[in-house]
């Protein structure tokens, strides 16, 4: 059964932290991972990562995939309070199907 | 660029009453998805349409469940009659196409509580 799995399901850093979140994925036939973010309302797009090893960025967030290990990461450098949100990640799978995992909900503290 | 528009926003009606709520998908999108999405866990994928086309609708529970998506534009979600189970927030999101999914742009959603 395809899955995806996100860690931790919750983390609480203080604003200026870097924080690491994970994305790890057992689906069939792979053909792209995406990353969101969602506040209160609807999700917005992050990243989208198709190949192993490149580096994705956009200011302060970055994103890597591993398609040996099957997993990625999402980096947040000097985190402000405004980056609180569930962070989703979801993989393209067979037949064009998204995969999604539960989150990751992210409390920036002042 | 008007982005996914979905209503009503809120809805609160007694269990066994019908719902419906509808979305009107970014101009030029073909793909249409319909996603539930309880608190604290990811969306979960009703249906999918490509054009007017339901392309997957395998997740959607036909017995109470039903969407259209007239002129591949609009679509609407049905649900009749609703349960306590099915509060959740329906989201609707769309795509210019499912041979490179790429980004999807979601609606805010609408939240069903049903009592």
């Known amino acids: 059964e395809d899955k995806v799995v996100q860690s931790p399901l919750s983390l609480v850093v203080h604003e200026g932290d870097t924080v690491t979140l994970n994305c790890s994925y057992e689906?069939?036939?792979?053909?792209?991972l995406l990353w969101y973010k969602q506040e209160k309302k609807a999700p917005t797009f992050l990243f989208m990562l198709?190949?192993s090893g490149i580096e994705k960025k956009s200011g302060r967030l970055s994103s890597i995939l591993d398609k040996k290990e099957l997993f990625s990461i999402l980096n947040i450098t000097a985190t402000q309070t405004g980056d609180s949100a569930v962070y989703l990640c979801?993989?393209?799978?067979?037949?064009?199907?998204?995969?999604w995992g539960a989150g990751t909900k992210l409390i920036i503290k002042p | 660029e008007a982005g996914v528009v979905q209503s009503p926003r809120y809805k609160i009606i007694e269990k066994k009453q019908p719902v419906a709520f509808w979305c009107n998908p970014i101009?030029?999108?073909?793909?249409l998805y319909w996603y539930l999405q309880n608190l604290g866990q990811g969306p979960e994928l009703l249906i999918r349409y490509e054009n007017e086309e339901a392309v997957d609708d395998s997740q959607l529970p036909k017995d109470r469940f039903s969407a259209e998506r007239l002129k591949g534009v609009d679509s609407t979600l049905k649900i009749q009659p609703a349960e306590l189970g099915d509060s959740a927030v329906y989201l609707c999101?769309?795509?210019?196409?499912?041979?490179?999914?790429?980004?999807?742009?979601f609606g805010e959603g609408s939240r069903l509580t049903v009592l």
């Open positions: 979801a993989v393209e799978a067979r037949d064009y199907q998204l995969i």
């Open positions: 999101a769309s795509s210019l196409g499912f041979v490179n999914t790429g980004e999807l742009f």
């Open positions: 101009s030029g999108h073909n793909t």
């Open positions: 198709t190949s």
């Open positions: 689906v069939t036939n792979f053909r792209s």
